[in-house]
């Protein structure tokens, strides 16, 4: 399972991360956003990570020309779309492409988006567009990553991760908030608390 820490502000969250088994790290490039940081800030950062880390740039309804601009300048991997974009809005970014989905109010648009691109399931908040720590509705998600390749979001914890693992099944998960001391700033304890909860897991998998 991969397992994506979004928010990462500062050199030394990203190492932290990376050291404890963080396949993807996310960069909040959307101003809106109290984890927003500079992209190039940004692609000092990622030239320090190791080249098996994926880098993903977080996008709030911002121009097609603009994404692509801040994907080449930082050297994102990939992009995630967490606003309002469509299926050929995401044709344009030259980068693979996660789009947002809010359960339980536009997952009835996860039908429209094509395979090729990965769902990120999370809550509803036009006013923080993620980071909310509140909690998705497992059962739902379940059901679509039973059907599609997704990421699950929406307020996953140390304490909660492993529940979340074993109801939904994700390609991947996603967290933000769940590990912060404050938006932005990561809190060393809870991600090793996180990953000792997901690598025992796997532990577990190995054996049986």
């Known amino acids: 399972m991969l397992v994506k820490i979004c928010g990462i502000t500062r050199t030394e969250d990203a190492q932290a991360a990376v050291a404890l088994g963080a396949n993807a790290l996310g960069f ?15 692609r000092a950062l990622a030239t320090s990570l190791p080249p098996f880390v994926t880098t993903v740039g977080v996008f ?3 121009p097609a020309e603009h994404v692509n601009g801040v994907a080449s300048l930082v050297g994102l991997a990939a992009v995630q779309l967490h606003g309002d974009e469509d299926a050929a809005f995401a044709s344009a970014i030259r980068r693979p492409v996660m789009k947002a989905i809010a359960l339980g109010t536009d997952d009835v648009r996860v039908d429209g988006w094509p395979r090729q691109y990965t769902l990120l399931l999370d809550v509803h908040d036009p ?12 059962t739902r998600a379940a059901s ?18 492993v529940d979340a693992m074993a109801a939904v099944k994700p390609f991947g998960i996603d967290i933000s908030s769940g590990v912060e001391d404050r938006p932005g700033i990561k809190n060393h304890e809870r991600l090793k608390a996180l990953f ?4 025992a897991v796997h532990h577990i998998a190995a054996r049986s």
């Open 60 to 62: 709030v309804n911002q």
């Open 127 to 138: 006013g923080l567009r993620g980071g909310t720590g509140r909690t998705v509705d497992w």
């Open 144 to 161: 679509i990553a039973a059907t599609r390749r997704v990421f699950l979001a929406g307020g996953l914890t140390p304490e909660n991760v």
């Open 28 to 42: 909040v490039f959307w101003p809106g956003s109290p984890r927003f940081i500079d992209p190039f800030r940004a």
């Open 196 to 199: 000792e909860g997901i690598h």
